[in-house]
Each structure stands twice: as structure tokens, then as C-alpha cells.
């Protein structure tokens, strides 16, 4: 029975080492992290169950090995966990945020018993049977072989030319295991490199592959070409050589040293030049590869600052793990409406440490501060020359550099605490082994063996609801597949009944319910089921409820309740005041937003109070003054207003400013056609429909005009178009009848 504890615990220790960098599946909506995420659970929670049973079943006594480090890595998860208990969105602090998933407690609570499993169950020498740091290391460099050679597949368009046999997010050039994008894939590239050199200068003798390996991971991040990436590197050895000459690691070949400096002296440059222009055509598919919108550094820490001492409770325990996008609505400034992705609500910062700030407060950047601090004065004291302490600390320096750049995804979290496990492990020394036995006490034994047991079902229970969870989000990626109908109802209703806590589900659920009420009122009157319209709208306001109560202060949450309320509002009597309400709900949570002023404008405008529909728009525009939906508006207001000459002069002046804005020029035709001035309508519609080729809309209206203009063949061409794009069109469908 040992033999076979002592073999799970390895082979799970060994397999997660190997497959996480790597692994990926193409069932769920989100094919990396959050598989990363079961996997990191399922292999942590069955080798540590392993590990209790085999001490209390077999060995009869608790043996562990305790370090300096220990008491700081469990400050910081009770940090984390107080945090969560407290959080603003527990279901985001425990599970991660839905989309993300690498930043909830349940994944640092695996990384935190990984980090115990390596240090009582690792070995610094191969000397024993059991796991070695040797082997570990081992494992990690074939992972990131092929984590490489996958990559080098993905942007040279080999997965792209064999689109019939893979799925198709391995097609993009872009693709690697390791991130979604490759700003990700390039943070480890560079503590790749930082690890294949400490190989290097570690070991006794270095092949030509070692070198050409390390060439071939520089190679690619010179393609991927990541500031933050060369900041890493060049940091990273920079200590390095500032550590070796200090302490004379190399002192019997310092020319060992030159590798390094040449590494530094590559990352300077590459951080000045862009080398994958130089090296590429600049029209190439190679020299310009998607980019990740990452949130800077400046807005990162100001968001962090502001929601720490926006109140004495984030201030200790900040707004909760996992929670950054709440954060982030609440305390964006306003100089981000400037960038042309103000729209994007970002779910993490550009730095983990502001992250930590924003989500964890002062007790949990403080905690793990001094976690790292101790780590570092451990670790210098005892450095050996030539050892794997070295090639460990230099890769953990690496990570510790690339949190302060960038955000921490599933490996990246990961790899930090494999290498702080196996840096305590190969420290030796300040380890001590502390043994409870309870083999002359068989109620003790009887004790922990009915905790282990409870352990077990624990650990069972838990992996039934990550499977059901897991089927839930295959349907919900099903859905995500489908653009509307029946069909999408069913598959986000089964997501929705096997993931009942998950807002995200039932926000979706709600749109689509809302969406085929309106289809179906879209009806001819004698066909409609006014029934199943009552019926779809009060699904959809049960569901946004729901979304709202399980997620009170997400502010998409809330949207989504005053979109369903607003497109109910001309069947559900006071819809449109629980509309308001709501959105005025999302504006507390997101005050710095032009959109949801704009969508109470809006509202307002629809039950006829003009002047609080004027004072939104105004909000909005204060907000942000060229937002082209809120100048649109008011000018929808004047025309309410009667004041139509001065609408359209409005638009015409917005035409000029805004030449690439569909709904600018869709308005500019409408009031043309209205104003008898039909050519002028149709080289607008025209003009709408190059920019946006589906505006249904646009065809719809330049069906009608040319109508006006006798140009029948050219209306049905149009309406034929409409009718593809909003199939059962029942008006659409009666005008083709006639015209033909």
C-alpha cells in the first residue's frame, strides 16, 4: 500500500511538472487557464491525499519537514483567504473571475499544498527512489521543448495549413499552450531562457544542443518581441553577474559569465529596436502578430493605490481575490476613455504586485513581500557554486522580476511555486523534520484515519462538481457557437441547471431569452404567441435577477438586468423603471463610464422625460466628449423635439468629424430620406453598408429608398439581404411578395 501511495504521489508530481505548461483542451469556452485549472486541482488534491494516507495508514505517524519559509507561505494564504471571505464577489474570489480563473483561491490553495507536497516529498539528490529536483527540472525542460517547438508551429502557419484536422483556435498564429496570447508565451520565454542558462553554468560540461536550444528560445522571443519579456532577462542576469563577481561563484572560469552578458547585451537592444521588423517584411504575417491589450504599468498601480485606500477594509484585505475587474470599474481614471479600447474592462493589471495591492490589500502585498524577502536572504546565505540552488534562484528571480511587468496566468503561477518548493528542498541545511507518532495510541491513529477518510470524500465530493461544472461550460461554449434560436436557449439552460452559481450563465441566458421574446413579437399579429412572448421575458428577468444576486457588484451583471428590462419595456408594465434603477445601479459600481450614462439617457428618453435624457447625454459626454452614440442622441432629442433642422445640421457636422461611424451616417440617410433628399439618403446607406456590410438596418432602408426611386431589382436585392440576415422577417417577407 505504500508502494502505491509513494507512486501517485510521484507520478502526479511528475506528470503536473511536464503537463501544465503544455495542456489545453478544446471542449470549454476558455480552452487554456481553465483547464490548467482542473488539471493543477485533480493531480494536487490526489497526490496530497496520498500523502496524508500513507502517513496515517501506513507509516502510523505525521512526519513533515518544516522551513523558515513555511510560516510566511501560510500567512499569505490566510491573507488570501480572509480576503475572499470578505470579498466584494466571493464567487469570482473563490473560483477566479469566469474567463480568467488563474487568480481565485481554490488555485492558490493547490499552489499552496504543491508547494508542501515538493518540500516533504522531494529529494535534493536522485540518490533515493522517490521525486528528485534533478528529475523535476528534467521534466520541466521537455515541457518547455515542446511548449517551443508548438509555438514555432503557431506562427509560422504549420497548424494554420492543417485547419481540416485541428481546432480552430490552433489555426491563429498566435496560438501557443502556454497563454492566450503571445505577450504570455514570451514572459516564458524569458524564464525559460534564464532557466536553460543557469543549466548552462551549472553544468560541468555543455553540449552544442544546449545551445541551440537556448538560440531557438531567443529566436522566439525576438518574433514575439515583449518589452516586458527583455526586462526580465536582462534584470535576471544582470543579478546574476552582479552575484558572481560578488561572490565569486565562478571564480575558477569567470568567462562562464560571458553568456549572460551577451544576453543582456541582446535584450538592451531589442528593447530599443524592434527586431522582428528587421529581421521580417514589415507586411508579413510573422512581423505582425496579434497583440495582448495589457493594462500599463501607471493606470496598474493607480487602481491598485486607490482601491486600497479607498476604505479601512480594503486598505487590510483589499476587495477580494480575484476580484481586480471590480477594481478596476470602480477606480479607472478618467484618461483611459482617451485610449481607443476604453470600452474593455480589464480583469487583471499589468503587474501582479498592483494586483495583489488592488485585490488583497496592505496585509496581503505586506505578507508576500516578506515571503519574498525572506526567500531572498535564505537563499543568498546559502548559494553554493555550481549547485541547483543557483539555477533555482536565478529562476525565481525571473518570475519575481516578471511579476512586477506583467499579469500571472496558471504556469506562471505555477512555475513560482514548483521553484520555491524545489529552492527550499535544495537548501539542505535550515530544513528540520518533525515526526508525531501515534503507533502506541490506536485512537489517535483511529482519529486521523477517519480525518483522512473525511479528507477523501472531500476531495470526491470536489471532483463531482468540478465535473459538473466542466459539462456546464461545454454546453455555455456550444452556445457561444450559435448566434441566436431555440437551439442556444437549450444549450445555455443546461449550462445554467448544471453550474447554478455561475452569473455569467444566467446573464447569457437572460439576453437570449429577451432576444427570442423579441423575435417572436417581431411577428405578424395574428401569428404571435403572446403567451410564449410573457413568458420568454419573464425567464430573462429571472435570470438577470439571479446574475445580479449571486454577483451584486459586477457592473456587466447589472447591465445586462437594465438591457433586459429596457427591451421589455413595451410589454412589461414599470419595466422600464426597474431599467433605470438598475442602470443607475452600474453607474456607483462604474462611475467613470460614458456607455451606461448613455444607456440611461436612453431610457429616459423612452418614457418621454426629455430633460433627464439631456442631463445623461451631457454626463456621458463629460465622460467622454467624443463618444459618437451619446452625440447621436442628442441629436435623436432635437429631432423629438421638433427641432429637425438643427438635428440635421448636427449630423452633418458629426458626418464630417466622424466619417467612419456607421450609426453616424445610418441617421444622416434616415433624415434625408425623411427630408425628401433620397439620392443623398442612399450614398449614406451605401456608405454604411461598405462599413458594416451586416447593418441590417442600412439594407432595410436603402430597400425602401430605392423603392422610392423605382429601382425595384435593386430593393429586392436588398431586402433579399435583410431577410439573410433575420430569417421569417415577416415584413421583409410581404415586400418581396409585393415587389416581385
Known amino acids: 500500500m505504500q508502494n502505491i501511495f509513494n507512486r501517485i504521489i510521484k507520478i502526479s508530481i511528475y506528470a503536473l511538472t511536464f503537463l501544465l505548461p503544455l495542456f489545453f483542451l478544446p471542449f470549454s469556452f476558455e480552452v487554456l487557464e481553465y483547464n490548467k485549472q ?11 491525499f496520498a500523502w496524508l494516507a500513507k502517513m496515517v495508514i501506513c507509516d502510523k505517524e505525521i512526519r513533515f519537514r518544516r522551513s523558515p519559509l513555511d510560516i510566511f507561505v501560510l500567512v499569505f494564504i490566510f491573507a488570501a483567504i480572509l480576503s475572499a471571505v470578505f470579498s466584494v464577489d466571493k464567487g469570482s474570489s473563490l473560483y477566479g473571475f469566469y474567463g480568467r480563473f488563474s487568480n481565485g483561491l481554490i488555485g492558490l490553495l493547490s499552489l499552496g499544498a504543491l508547494y508542501f507536497l515538493i518540500t516533504n516529498n522531494v529529494n535534493s539528490t536522485s540518490e533515493k527512489p522517490n521525486i528528485s529536483v534533478k ?62 542558462v543557469g543549466k548552462i553554468l551549472i553544468s560541468a560540461r555543455s553540449s552544442i544542443i544546449h545551445y541551440l536550444f537556448l538560440a531557438s528560445v531567443l529566436f522566439l522571443m525576438i518574433i514575439v518581441d515583449f518589452t516586458p519579456a527583455w526586462i526580465i532577462l536582462m534584470a535576471t542576469l544582470a543579478m546574476l553577474v552582479i552575484l558572481g563577481l560578488w561572490k565569486r561563484l565562478f571564480r575558477e572560469n569567470v568567462n562562464r559569465l560571458l553568456l549572460p552578458i551577451f544576453l543582456i547585451i541582446i535584450a538592451v537592444i531589442c528593447i530599443y529596436l524592434q527586431p522582428a521588423k528587421l529581421i521580417f517584411k514589415e507586411d508579413s504575417a510573422v512581423a505582425n502578430l496579434p497583440q495582448e491589450q495589457v493594462l500599463d504599468q501607471e493606470t496598474s498601480w493607480k487602481i491598485g493605490l486607490y482601491s ?22 470602480k477606480e479607472k481614471p478618467l484618461s483611459i476613455n482617451e485610449d481607443w479600447l476604453w ?40 548559494l553554493r557554486q555550481k549547485s541547483q540552488s543557483l539555477l533555482l534562484l536565478m529562476v525565481l528571480v525571473a518570475l519575481i522580476v516578471g511579476q512586477f511587468v506583467f499579469y ?30 501515534f503507533k502506541n495510541f490506536p485512537e489517535l491513529s483511529l482519529v486521523f484515519s477517519t480525518l483522512v477518510i473525511l479528507i477523501g470524500v472531500g476531495f470526491l465530493s470536489l471532483y463531482f462538481f468540478s465535473v459538473k461544472h466542466y459539462l456546464a461550460d461545454t454546453n455555455y461554449a456550444a452556445a457561444q457557437e450559435l448566434a441566436g434560436g431555440p437551439e442556444r436557449v437549450q444549450f445555455l439552460e443546461k449550462a445554467v441547471n448544471l453550474n447554478l452559481r455561475l452569473p455569467q450563465y444566467r446573464a447569457s441566458l437572460a439576453r437570449a431569452y429577451i432576444n427570442e421574446a423579441l423575435t417572436e413579437a417581431k411577428k405578424p399579429a395574428a401569428e404571435q404567441d403572446t403567451d410564449q412572448i410573457q413568458l420568454l421575458i419573464a425567464n430573462a428577468i429571472n435570470q438577470a435577477r439571479i446574475a445580479v444576486d449571486l454577483a451584486p457588484n459586477q457592473v456587466a451583471m447589472w447591465e445586462t438586468l437594465g438591457v433586459v428590462y429596457r427591451e421589455a419595456g413595451s410589454v412589461a408594465t414599470g419595466a422600464v423603471d426597474w431599467g433605470i434603477k438598475s442602470f443607475e445601479r452600474a453607474i456607483e459600481l462604474e462611475p467613470n463610464s460614458p456607455a451606461v450614462y448613455n444607456e440611461l439617457g436612453k431610457l429616459y428618453l423612452a418614457i418621454g422625460d426629455d ?121 421583409v417577407i410581404e415586400k418581396l411578395e409585393q415587389l416581385r
Open 38 to 48: 482542473i488539471l493543477l486541482l485533480f493531480l494536487v488534491s490526489l497526490a496530497f
Open 135 to 196: 528529475g523535476l527540472l528534467k521534466a520541466f525542460s521537455w515541457s518547455g521543448f515542446l511548449v517551443v517547438l508548438t509555438s514555432y508551429l503557431a506562427v509560422f502557419g504549420v497548424f494554420a495549413k492543417s485547419a481540416g484536422f485541428l481546432p480552430g483556435f490552433m489555426t491563429s498564429r498566435f496560438f501557443n499552450p502556454v497563454a492566450v496570447f503571445l505577450e504570455g508565451l514570451s514572459i516564458f520565454l524569458a524564464i525559460f531562457l534564464v532557466f536553460l
Open 308 to 329: 486600497a485606500i479607498g476604505n479601512v477594509k480594503n486598505g487590510i484585505l483589499g476587495s477580494g481575490i480575484g476580484t481586480f475587474n471590480y477594481d478596476f470599474a
Open 343 to 382: 470600452q474593455l474592462r480589464f480583469d487583471r493589471a499589468g503587474s501582479f504586485f498592483a494586483e495583489t495591492l488592488a485585490t488583497m490589500g496592505f496585509l496581503g502585498i505586506l505578507s508576500y513581500l516578506s515571503l519574498l524577502a525572506v526567500f531572498l536572504v535564505i537563499s543568498y546565505f546559502f
Open 408 to 437: 500571472q496566468n496558471t504556469t506562471l503561477a505555477f512555475l513560482f511555486w514548483l521553484a520555491l518548493g524545489l529552492s527550499v528542498v535544495s537548501w539542505q541545511k535550515p530544513i528540520r523534520e518533525k515526526i508525531i507518532s
Open 611 to 731: 430633460d433627464k435624457a439631456r442631463e445623461y447625454f451631457s454626463k456621458s459626454l463629460e465622460k467622454k466628449p467624443n463618444y459618437v452614440n451619446a452625440l447621436v442622441q442628442q441629436v435623436l432629442l432635437l429631432e423629438i423635439e421638433g427641432d429637425t433642422a438643427a438635428a440635421l445640421e448636427r449630423l452633418e457636422e458629426l458626418a464630417v468629424d466622424y466619417p467612419l461611424s456607421a450609426e453616424v451616417l445610418f441617421q444622416l440617410g434616415r433624415f434625408y430620406f425623411n427630408n425628401n433628399q433620397v439620392e443623398e439618403a442612399v450614398l449614406q446607406f451605401k456608405k454604411v453598408i461598405i462599413l458594416s456590410p451586416n447593418h441590417s438596418n442600412a439594407h432595410y432602408s436603402l430597400g425602401i429608398a430605392y423603392v422610392f426611386q423605382g429601382e425595384i431589382q435593386l430593393a429586392i436585392a436588398e431586402f433579399e439581404k435583410v431577410l439573410e440576415l433575420n430569417p421569417g422577417h415577416q415584413d
